[in-house]
Protein backbone atom coordinates (compact mmCIF):
# COMPACT_ATOMS: atom_id res chain seq x y z
CA UNK A 1 0.00 0.00 0.00
CA UNK A 2 2.40 2.82 1.03
CA UNK A 3 4.66 1.79 -2.77
CA UNK A 4 1.10 2.16 -4.20
CA UNK A 5 0.97 5.59 -2.57
CA UNK A 6 -1.84 4.74 -0.35
CA UNK A 7 -0.24 5.45 2.66
CA UNK A 8 2.55 7.39 3.73
CA UNK A 9 4.05 6.07 6.48
CA UNK A 10 3.47 3.03 8.14
CA UNK A 11 3.99 2.14 11.73
CA UNK A 12 2.24 0.00 15.02
CA UNK A 13 1.18 1.36 18.35
CA UNK A 14 0.80 -0.14 21.61
CA UNK A 15 -0.38 1.70 25.00
CA UNK A 16 -0.03 1.43 28.81
CA UNK A 17 3.46 -0.55 28.12
CA UNK A 18 1.38 -4.08 26.43
CA UNK A 19 3.17 -5.95 24.34
CA UNK A 20 6.46 -4.59 24.13
CA UNK A 21 8.20 -7.75 23.46
CA UNK A 22 6.32 -8.82 20.36
CA UNK A 23 6.48 -4.73 19.67
CA UNK A 24 10.16 -5.43 19.99
CA UNK A 25 10.20 -7.87 17.42
CA UNK A 26 8.23 -6.14 14.80
CA UNK A 27 10.39 -3.22 14.89
CA UNK A 28 13.49 -5.73 14.36
CA UNK A 29 11.88 -6.95 11.64
CA UNK A 30 9.94 -4.37 9.64
CA UNK A 31 10.77 -1.48 8.05
CA UNK A 32 8.60 1.04 10.28
CA UNK A 33 8.67 4.72 9.77
CA UNK A 34 7.25 5.40 12.99
CA UNK A 35 6.34 3.66 16.57
CA UNK A 36 3.78 4.59 18.95
CA UNK A 37 4.07 4.27 22.41
CA UNK A 38 3.43 5.47 26.19
CA UNK A 39 6.03 7.25 26.84
CA UNK A 40 5.69 9.99 30.43
CA UNK A 41 6.88 11.23 33.37
CA UNK A 42 4.96 8.50 34.92
CA UNK A 43 5.28 5.37 32.51
CA UNK A 44 8.86 5.26 31.13
CA UNK A 45 9.48 1.76 30.58
CA UNK A 46 10.58 2.40 26.77
CA UNK A 47 13.43 3.83 27.67
CA UNK A 48 14.79 0.17 28.37
CA UNK A 49 14.40 -1.69 24.94
CA UNK A 50 11.99 0.57 22.43
CA UNK A 51 13.81 3.81 22.38
CA UNK A 52 17.60 2.88 21.87
CA UNK A 53 16.11 0.32 19.10
CA UNK A 54 14.29 2.73 18.24
CA UNK A 55 16.97 5.66 17.41
CA UNK A 56 19.04 2.27 15.89
CA UNK A 57 17.20 1.76 13.25
CA UNK A 58 15.83 5.57 12.66
CA UNK A 59 12.40 5.24 13.52
CA UNK A 60 10.21 8.20 14.77
CA UNK A 61 8.86 8.02 17.88
CA UNK A 62 5.23 9.20 18.85
CA UNK A 63 4.81 9.53 22.58
CA UNK A 64 0.78 8.99 23.78
CA UNK A 65 -0.03 10.82 26.22
CA UNK A 66 3.62 12.86 26.77
CA UNK A 67 2.80 14.05 30.31
CA UNK A 68 -0.45 11.91 30.93
CA UNK A 69 -2.33 14.78 31.06
CA UNK A 70 -1.16 16.05 33.79
CA UNK A 71 -1.48 13.35 36.18
CA UNK A 72 2.04 12.13 36.29
CA UNK A 73 3.79 14.97 38.45
CA UNK A 74 0.48 15.55 39.68
CA UNK A 75 1.00 12.61 42.30
CA UNK A 76 -0.98 10.18 40.62
CA UNK A 77 1.25 7.42 40.22
CA UNK A 78 4.54 7.28 41.30
CA UNK A 79 7.27 10.15 41.19
CA UNK A 80 8.91 11.04 38.09
CA UNK A 81 12.07 8.13 38.45
CA UNK A 82 15.27 10.36 39.04
CA UNK A 83 13.94 13.08 36.92
CA UNK A 84 14.72 11.06 34.01
CA UNK A 85 11.13 10.99 32.47
CA UNK A 86 11.53 14.83 33.48
CA UNK A 87 14.71 15.56 31.91
CA UNK A 88 13.47 13.57 28.55
CA UNK A 89 10.67 15.00 28.16
CA UNK A 90 11.37 18.75 28.17
CA UNK A 91 14.58 18.11 26.08
CA UNK A 92 12.22 17.94 23.25
CA UNK A 93 9.99 20.11 24.21
CA UNK A 94 12.14 22.69 21.73
CA UNK A 95 10.62 26.43 22.29
CA UNK A 96 8.12 25.23 25.08
CA UNK A 97 10.87 23.40 27.43
CA UNK A 98 11.65 26.32 29.44
CA UNK A 99 7.94 26.76 30.22
CA UNK A 100 7.37 23.25 31.00
CA UNK A 101 10.18 23.16 33.28
CA UNK A 102 9.13 25.78 35.36
CA UNK A 103 5.58 23.84 35.03
CA UNK A 104 6.44 20.37 35.97
CA UNK A 105 7.99 20.67 39.35
CA UNK A 106 4.43 22.01 40.33
CA UNK A 107 2.61 20.00 38.88
CA UNK A 108 0.59 21.82 37.17
CA UNK A 109 1.08 20.24 33.25
CA UNK A 110 -2.55 20.57 33.01
CA UNK A 111 -1.69 23.95 32.35
CA UNK A 112 -3.21 25.05 29.03
CA UNK A 113 0.57 25.22 27.83
CA UNK A 114 0.72 21.08 27.88
CA UNK A 115 -1.06 21.10 25.21
CA UNK A 116 1.19 23.81 23.69
CA UNK A 117 3.88 21.97 23.79
CA UNK A 118 2.49 18.44 22.30
CA UNK A 119 1.73 20.47 19.63
CA UNK A 120 5.00 21.98 19.40
CA UNK A 121 7.01 18.80 19.87
CA UNK A 122 4.89 17.54 16.59
CA UNK A 123 5.62 20.56 14.92
CA UNK A 124 9.32 19.94 15.23
CA UNK A 125 10.05 17.07 14.45
CA UNK A 126 8.51 15.29 11.02
CA UNK A 127 9.72 11.66 10.62
CA UNK A 128 13.03 10.75 8.73
CA UNK A 129 13.92 14.66 8.28
CA UNK A 130 16.79 14.31 10.73
CA UNK A 131 17.47 10.46 11.07
CA UNK A 132 20.56 11.27 13.02
CA UNK A 133 18.42 12.80 15.82
CA UNK A 134 16.11 9.74 16.24
CA UNK A 135 14.34 9.10 18.40
CA UNK A 136 11.75 11.98 18.56
CA UNK A 137 8.71 13.06 18.72
CA UNK A 138 6.64 13.43 15.67
CA UNK A 139 3.62 13.96 17.17
CA UNK A 140 1.60 13.53 20.25
CA UNK A 141 -1.82 12.72 20.84
CA UNK A 142 -3.80 14.46 22.94
CA UNK A 143 -5.51 12.07 25.58
CA UNK A 144 -9.09 12.19 24.59
CA UNK A 145 -8.37 12.86 20.97
CA UNK A 146 -7.17 10.55 17.71
CA UNK A 147 -8.29 12.96 15.23
CA UNK A 148 -6.83 16.38 15.31
CA UNK A 149 -3.63 17.88 14.37
CA UNK A 150 -1.64 15.16 13.18
CA UNK A 151 1.91 16.18 12.19
CA UNK A 152 2.39 13.39 9.87
CA UNK A 153 -0.67 13.98 7.56
CA UNK A 154 -0.52 16.95 5.09
CA UNK A 155 -3.06 19.39 7.24
CA UNK A 156 -4.33 22.60 5.47
CA UNK A 157 -2.30 25.55 6.35
CA UNK A 158 -2.95 27.34 9.22
CA UNK A 159 -4.38 24.50 11.49
CA UNK A 160 -4.23 23.62 14.86
CA UNK A 161 -0.83 23.67 15.47
CA UNK A 162 0.05 26.91 13.37
CA UNK A 163 -2.34 28.62 14.99
CA UNK A 164 -0.61 28.17 18.25
CA UNK A 165 2.56 28.40 17.62
CA UNK A 166 1.72 31.84 16.33
CA UNK A 167 0.01 32.03 19.62
CA UNK A 168 2.70 30.99 21.22
CA UNK A 169 5.34 33.66 20.15
CA UNK A 170 2.78 36.59 20.28
CA UNK A 171 4.50 38.46 23.55
CA UNK A 172 2.62 38.35 26.58
CA UNK A 173 -0.32 35.83 25.14
CA UNK A 174 -2.44 34.50 27.01
CA UNK A 175 -2.42 30.59 28.41
CA UNK A 176 -5.51 29.98 26.55
CA UNK A 177 -5.26 26.76 24.32
CA UNK A 178 -6.46 28.13 20.76
CA UNK A 179 -9.89 26.04 19.92
CA UNK A 180 -8.81 23.49 16.41
CA UNK A 181 -12.08 23.06 15.59
CA UNK A 182 -11.29 19.27 14.83
CA UNK A 183 -10.45 16.93 18.00
CA UNK A 184 -13.46 15.82 19.97
CA UNK A 185 -12.51 17.94 22.63
CA UNK A 186 -11.92 21.41 20.68
CA UNK A 187 -15.42 20.29 19.07
CA UNK A 188 -17.30 20.56 22.58
CA UNK A 189 -16.45 24.47 22.57
CA UNK A 190 -17.52 25.20 19.40
CA UNK A 191 -21.23 25.46 18.37
CA UNK A 192 -20.09 23.60 14.91
CA UNK A 193 -18.92 20.65 16.97
CA UNK A 194 -21.49 20.66 19.15
CA UNK A 195 -24.18 18.17 17.69
CA UNK A 196 -20.76 15.87 17.43
CA UNK A 197 -20.34 16.00 20.69
CA UNK A 198 -24.26 15.35 21.80
CA UNK A 199 -23.80 12.44 19.60
CA UNK A 200 -20.83 11.09 20.72
CA UNK A 201 -22.47 11.05 24.29
CA UNK A 202 -25.49 9.58 23.61
CA UNK A 203 -23.67 7.25 21.66
CA UNK A 204 -21.51 6.47 24.79
CA UNK A 205 -24.65 6.74 27.56
CA UNK A 206 -27.20 4.87 25.02
CA UNK A 207 -29.36 2.63 26.47
CA UNK A 208 -27.74 -0.70 25.21
CA UNK A 209 -24.23 0.43 25.46
CA UNK A 210 -23.59 1.74 21.67
CA UNK A 211 -20.52 3.46 22.58
CA UNK A 212 -16.99 3.56 21.38
CA UNK A 213 -18.83 5.52 18.73
CA UNK A 214 -17.09 5.99 15.63
CA UNK A 215 -14.18 3.38 15.69
CA UNK A 216 -15.42 1.50 12.71
CA UNK A 217 -14.26 2.33 9.34
CA UNK A 218 -10.47 2.84 9.38
CA UNK A 219 -8.36 2.06 12.18
CA UNK A 220 -6.01 4.57 13.12
CA UNK A 221 -5.77 7.55 10.59
CA UNK A 222 -1.79 8.39 10.95
CA UNK A 223 -0.09 8.47 7.86
CA UNK A 224 -2.97 8.35 5.59
CA UNK A 225 -2.73 10.90 2.64
CA UNK A 226 -5.04 13.58 2.62
CA UNK A 227 -7.90 12.56 0.40
CA UNK A 228 -8.22 9.58 3.11
CA UNK A 229 -7.47 10.77 5.75
CA UNK A 230 -10.51 13.57 5.24
CA UNK A 231 -12.34 9.99 3.89
CA UNK A 232 -11.46 8.64 7.41
CA UNK A 233 -12.73 12.05 9.24
CA UNK A 234 -15.67 11.49 7.41
CA UNK A 235 -16.18 7.83 8.54
CA UNK A 236 -15.68 8.60 12.20
CA UNK A 237 -18.21 11.53 11.73
CA UNK A 238 -21.21 9.76 10.45
CA UNK A 239 -20.18 6.81 12.57
CA UNK A 240 -20.73 9.00 15.44
CA UNK A 241 -24.16 10.64 14.27
CA UNK A 242 -25.26 6.92 13.09
CA UNK A 243 -24.97 5.71 16.82
CA UNK A 244 -26.60 9.05 18.27
CA UNK A 245 -29.37 8.76 15.96
CA UNK A 246 -29.63 4.77 17.20
CA UNK A 247 -29.48 5.88 20.82
CA UNK A 248 -32.27 8.22 20.36
CA UNK A 249 -34.31 5.82 18.35
CA UNK A 250 -33.99 3.05 21.36
CA UNK A 251 -35.61 5.68 23.60
CA UNK A 252 -38.05 6.82 21.04
CA UNK A 253 -39.28 3.44 20.76
CA UNK A 254 -38.38 1.95 24.74
CA UNK A 255 -39.49 5.08 26.78
CA UNK A 256 -41.74 6.90 24.45
CA UNK A 257 -43.53 3.96 22.62
CA UNK A 258 -42.94 1.25 24.88
CA UNK A 259 -42.33 -1.03 22.06
CA UNK A 260 -39.03 -3.01 23.80
CA UNK A 261 -40.54 -4.47 26.57
CA UNK A 262 -39.69 -7.82 26.67
CA UNK A 263 -43.04 -10.22 25.57
CA UNK A 264 -44.08 -12.95 24.35
CA UNK A 265 -42.96 -13.87 20.87
CA UNK A 266 -42.28 -16.94 19.67
CA UNK A 267 -40.21 -19.32 21.26
CA UNK A 268 -38.03 -19.90 18.44
CA UNK A 269 -37.13 -16.02 17.82
CA UNK A 270 -36.65 -15.79 21.78
CA UNK A 271 -34.07 -18.50 21.72
CA UNK A 272 -32.37 -17.06 18.56
CA UNK A 273 -32.57 -13.66 20.27
CA UNK A 274 -31.51 -14.56 23.90
CA UNK A 275 -28.62 -17.15 22.33
CA UNK A 276 -27.53 -13.75 19.89
CA UNK A 277 -27.14 -11.84 23.47
CA UNK A 278 -25.27 -14.15 25.21
CA UNK A 279 -23.04 -14.88 21.64
CA UNK A 280 -22.12 -10.97 21.85
CA UNK A 281 -21.76 -10.18 25.39
CA UNK A 282 -20.19 -13.49 26.53
CA UNK A 283 -19.05 -15.44 23.57
CA UNK A 284 -17.31 -12.87 22.05
CA UNK A 285 -15.19 -11.76 25.27
CA UNK A 286 -14.32 -15.53 25.73
CA UNK A 287 -13.32 -16.50 21.94
CA UNK A 288 -10.67 -13.67 22.44
CA UNK A 289 -9.36 -15.24 25.60
CA UNK A 290 -9.55 -18.92 23.72
CA UNK A 291 -7.23 -17.00 20.95
CA UNK A 292 -5.13 -15.38 23.41
CA UNK A 293 -5.87 -11.95 21.63
CA UNK A 294 -8.69 -10.08 21.22
CA UNK A 295 -11.01 -11.17 19.13
CA UNK A 296 -11.20 -8.59 16.52
CA UNK A 297 -7.50 -7.96 16.72
CA UNK A 298 -5.35 -9.29 13.58
CA UNK A 299 -2.49 -11.89 14.66
CA UNK A 300 0.74 -9.88 14.62
CA UNK A 301 4.14 -11.52 12.88
CA UNK A 302 6.99 -10.88 13.49
CA UNK A 303 8.84 -12.60 10.92
CA UNK B 1 -14.65 -2.07 18.03
CA UNK B 2 -18.43 -2.37 18.33
CA UNK B 3 -19.46 -5.10 16.51
CA UNK B 4 -20.01 -7.26 19.99
CA UNK B 5 -22.04 -4.11 21.48
CA UNK B 6 -24.65 -3.76 18.24
CA UNK B 7 -24.89 -7.41 17.83
CA UNK B 8 -26.11 -7.43 21.31
CA UNK B 9 -28.44 -4.90 20.23
CA UNK B 10 -29.99 -7.14 17.33
CA UNK B 11 -30.59 -9.56 20.00
CA UNK B 12 -32.14 -7.60 22.14
CA UNK B 13 -34.17 -6.24 19.93
CA UNK B 14 -35.29 -9.86 18.80
CA UNK B 15 -36.01 -10.24 22.27
CA UNK B 16 -38.39 -7.32 21.95
CA UNK B 17 -41.95 -7.16 22.06
CA UNK B 18 -42.66 -4.91 19.24
CA UNK B 19 -39.50 -3.55 17.77
CA UNK B 20 -39.34 -1.50 14.50
CA UNK B 21 -37.47 -3.12 12.10
CA UNK B 22 -35.60 0.04 11.71
CA UNK B 23 -33.92 -0.48 14.28
CA UNK B 24 -32.20 -2.85 12.97
CA UNK B 25 -30.59 -0.84 10.33
CA UNK B 26 -27.52 0.68 12.08
CA UNK B 27 -26.56 -2.37 13.76
CA UNK B 28 -26.56 -3.88 10.97
CA UNK B 29 -24.42 -2.03 9.16
CA UNK B 30 -22.44 -1.78 11.94
CA UNK B 31 -22.06 -5.31 11.41
CA UNK B 32 -21.09 -5.62 8.15
CA UNK B 33 -18.56 -2.60 8.68
CA UNK B 34 -16.60 -4.27 11.47
CA UNK B 35 -16.68 -7.67 9.73
CA UNK B 36 -15.28 -6.59 6.46
CA UNK B 37 -12.99 -4.48 8.62
CA UNK B 38 -11.74 -7.33 10.77
CA UNK B 39 -11.51 -9.80 7.43
CA UNK B 40 -9.33 -7.31 5.71
CA UNK B 41 -7.31 -7.60 8.80
CA UNK B 42 -7.34 -10.81 8.93
CA UNK B 43 -8.74 -11.03 12.29
CA UNK B 44 -9.51 -14.36 13.88
CA UNK B 45 -13.30 -15.42 13.34
CA UNK B 46 -14.05 -12.51 10.97
CA UNK B 47 -16.69 -14.13 9.82
CA UNK B 48 -18.54 -14.91 13.05
CA UNK B 49 -19.88 -11.29 13.88
CA UNK B 50 -21.72 -10.92 9.90
CA UNK B 51 -22.76 -14.34 10.30
CA UNK B 52 -24.49 -14.21 13.38
CA UNK B 53 -26.02 -10.59 12.16
CA UNK B 54 -27.15 -12.20 9.14
CA UNK B 55 -29.12 -14.98 11.83
CA UNK B 56 -30.79 -12.25 13.27
CA UNK B 57 -32.43 -10.61 10.31
CA UNK B 58 -33.30 -14.09 9.05
CA UNK B 59 -35.32 -14.90 12.41
CA UNK B 60 -36.38 -10.95 12.53
CA UNK B 61 -37.54 -11.25 9.02
CA UNK B 62 -39.67 -14.44 9.68
CA UNK B 63 -41.12 -12.83 12.70
CA UNK B 64 -42.05 -10.37 10.31
CA UNK B 65 -43.63 -12.21 7.98
CA UNK B 66 -45.73 -14.89 10.77
CA UNK B 67 -46.89 -11.88 12.36
CA UNK B 68 -48.12 -10.48 9.28
CA UNK B 69 -49.71 -13.77 8.29
CA UNK B 70 -51.77 -13.67 11.77
CA UNK B 71 -53.22 -10.59 11.07
CA UNK B 72 -53.97 -11.25 7.71
CA UNK B 73 -55.82 -13.79 9.07
CA UNK B 74 -58.00 -12.16 11.11
CA UNK B 75 -60.19 -13.49 14.05
CA UNK B 76 -62.78 -16.25 12.77
Redesign the interface.
Known sequence: MKAAGQLRHVGITTSEGRRHEEFEQIMRSQPLDFVQLSYSLRDHRAEQRLLPLARERGIAVIRQPPLRAGRSAAGAGPAPPAALGRRAAVHELGPAGAEIRHLAPRGDLRHPRYHAWSTMCRRTSPPREAPGRTPRCVGAWSSTSTACHDRVVDLPPRQFSDVLAAHLRRPGSSATTPNCGRCSRCCWRSAAGAGQGLARAIGGAGPLGLGAAGRGLVVGGVGLPPPAFRGHQLGRRVCRLAFGAQGLALLWAGALRGGLGFGAGAPAVRIAGGLIVILALIGVPLLGAALGRPWAQPRVSAS | ????????????????????G??LV??L??CA??GA??AA?????AW??PV?AG??VA??G??HY?RSRVAGAGPA
Open positions: MTDPTALATLGFLLLARRAPWLVPLTVGLALQAPALVLVAVAWQT
